[in-house]
């Protein structure tokens, strides 16, 4: 298992802690600290288990009012460092 924990920028979370499969193409397991708890709890269930290439085509570009970025948006950025770990 690949585990990373990524500090975002621009958002009210204040760290997103991300575990993925050995190989860094699945994610197991997304918590953030901070930030909207309910929403961000929603999304870590909703991409667990799911492909990072999948969520990050998804969720990146995405913005949170006036801001250029969002916590999911941060959550791609944290994925996608995590799975260059593993080399994927």
Known sequence: MIVSDFTPCGVCSRAIHVELTDDGRT?????????CNGNL??????????PVE?????????????RRTSCADQLTRALTEAAAKAGA
């Open 41 to 50: 709890k929603a999304i870590s269930k909703l991409v667990a288990g799911m």
């Open 27 to 35: 994610i197991e397991r997304v918590s953030f600290e901070g930030g």
């Open 54 to 66: 999948q969520v990050v085509s998804t969720l990146k570009g995405n913005t949170c009012g006036p």
